[in-house]
């Protein structure tokens, strides 16, 4: 994938600065030439007035991007008045318009956002320039009529300018992104209140959607080189579908913790209602092996993963799974821990908890130790790998696995 060059980002960040500044004293658009025809504002004006609908697919809506929200940031309890927050995120799919969705899933008062815009083009709420969502709320806005390239950087700005948290965010994202107030201009790793951003394509016929943890999130990879095993894998789709990343470091199948809702908990609202959302992707369960409390029960992490699978089914989407990889060397590995891991393996490759499965297990042990992860994918941690083996994971991936053969007139991945 094309890694960002910093400079040119800087540049072209400062000039979009420059832009919003002069469109707010002169009240000019934020695009030079005459302004493209409107989209009709119908399809997001109902979510729009219910800040808790979630951000559904709607004819040829696509999620090109997604994130999922983590929790509260710390030390942005009174949220960022008066600033402009810059995220940076990676388009999957292309398409000739886009939308966005705001979450103040955290937040304990609402979130005013007074202006929008992506890659500079003006974002409106129900026709207004500014909206406020409510405290555990989220919000998608109106079309807005932009082109978005697949596989190319997007920046999405707003400007939140009075106190309104705590911030709901998702650290560690392996992205440069921005914040920028009267004092300057920050990088940052996290992602803010920005939740997805779909895109209108006909062509696309939807999004693979990934739930995940820090194996999906990227963790160990290299920060914007987009070198997540799902970039990977939006690569070899070639922008004919959108992927969808709802990796947590940390992340749970059956419990809560630090690092968000248990997957149980939050399927449906990362996984499920995705725009355009097709195919699943299941890659939890190893932080239930490892992690204090450790699940010493094999059958109640496949029980949790069968109920995923039956949710997705009840929706009409495909679900694949992926085994478990080795940890050996990590400093939670034991053997007990390891034959728990096995075990949950031994069901997924049974074929009775998915429609399909990916076998990330096999693909990156070591064939000399098959209880650690192969030297060459290591990062170092001995849990989480490095570039080279989240592109052996994304390659890993059998595209036709994405389609279950039931759907008889189904386009082919």
């Known amino acids: 994938m094309p890694r960002r060059q910093g400079y040119a980002l800087l540049i072209a960040l400062l000039a979009g600065t420059a832009v919003l500044a002069v469109a707010a004293v002169l009240g000019t658009t934020l695009f030079a030439g005459p302004r493209p025809a409107?989209?009709?504002?119908a399809e997001t004006h109902a979510a729009a007035r219910n800040p808790v609908a979630p951000a559904k697919a709607g004819g040829s809506w696509v999620a090109t991007w997604t994130t999922a929200p983590v929790g509260a940031e710390p030390g942005a309890a009174n949220g960022f008045p008066?600033?402009?927050?810059?995220?940076?995120?990676?388009?999957?799919?292309?398409?000739?318009?886009?939308?966005?969705?705001?979450?103040?899933?955290?937040?304990?008062?609402?979130?005013?956002?007074?202006?929008?815009?992506?890659?500079?083009?003006?974002v409106t709420f129900g026709g207004a320039t500014g909206v406020t969502v409510a405290a555990g709320g989220q919000i998608v806005s109106d079309p807005v009529v932009v082109p978005v390239a697949p596989d190319s950087d997007l920046q999405v700005t707003f400007r939140t300018p009075r106190a309104g948290g705590p911030v709901t965010y998702h650290p560690n994202s392996h992205q440069t992104s921005y914040l920028a107030d009267d004092r300057g201009t920050w990088s940052a790793t996290e992602w803010r209140y920005l939740t997805a951003v779909d895109v209108r394509n006909e062509a696309a016929p939807g999004t693979v959607v990934v739930i995940g943890d820090s194996l999906t999130a990227g963790s160990g990879s290299t920060t914007d080189a987009n070198s997540r095993w799902t970039d990977v894998l939006a690569d070899?789709?070639?922008?004919?579908?959108?992927?969808?990343?709802?990796?947590?470091?940390?992340?749970r199948l059956l419990t809560a913790g630090s690092a968000g809702?248990?997957?149980?908990?939050?399927?449906?609202?990362?996984?499920?209602?995705?725009?355009?959302?097709?195919?699943?992707?299941?890659?939890?369960?190893?932080?239930?092996?490892?992690q204090a409390p450790q699940e010493p029960d094999a059958g109640r992490i496949v029980a949790g993963l069968r109920t995923l699978a039956e949710q997705?089914?009840?929706?009409?989407?495909?679900?694949?799974?992926?085994?478990?990889?080795?940890?050996?060397?990590?400093?939670?590995?034991?053997?007990?821990?390891?034959?728990?891991?096995?075990?949950?393996?031994?069901?997924?490759?049974?074929?009775?908890v998915f429609?399909?499965?990916?076998?990330?297990?096999?693909?990156?042990?070591?064939?000399?130790?098959?209880?650690?992860?192969?030297?060459?994918?290591?990062?170092?941690?001995?849990?989480?790998?490095?570039?080279?083996?989240?592109?052996?994971?994304?390659e890993r991936v059998d595209l036709t696995s994405l389609e279950r053969a039931r759907t008889a007139n189904s386009d082919e991945l």
């Not at 409107?38 to 504002?41: C, V």
């Not at 922008?239 to 990796?247: C, E, I, L, S």
């Not at 693909?363 to 989240?390: E, K």
């Open 38 to 41: 409107p989209l009709p504002p």
């Open 236 to 251: 070899r789709l070639g922008g004919r579908y959108g992927v969808a990343n709802a990796g947590i470091a940390g992340n």
């Open 261 to 290: 809702h248990a997957g149980l908990v939050r399927f449906e609202r990362d996984a499920l209602t995705v725009a355009g959302a097709r195919t699943v992707i299941v890659a939890l369960g190893i932080n239930d092996v490892q």
């Open 355 to 394: 429609d399909a499965y990916v076998d990330f297990d096999e693909a990156v042990r070591d064939p000399y130790a098959p209880d650690r992860i192969r030297a060459a994918y290591d990062s170092g941690d001995h849990l989480h790998f490095n570039d080279a083996g989240y592109r052996v994971l994304g």
């Open 312 to 352: 997705a089914r009840a929706h009409g989407l495909t679900v694949v799974g992926a085994t478990l990889t080795p940890f050996e060397g990590f400093h939670t590995w034991t053997p007990e821990r390891n034959a728990v891991r096995l075990a949950v393996n031994e069901q997924i490759r049974a074929g009775s």
């Open 82 to 122: 008066g600033s402009t927050i810059r995220n940076v995120v990676h388009t999957s799919v292309g398409g000739n318009a886009a939308r966005i969705t705001l979450s103040n899933l955290f937040g304990t008062v609402p979130l005013l956002v007074d202006r929008a815009a992506v890659n500079t083009r003006p």
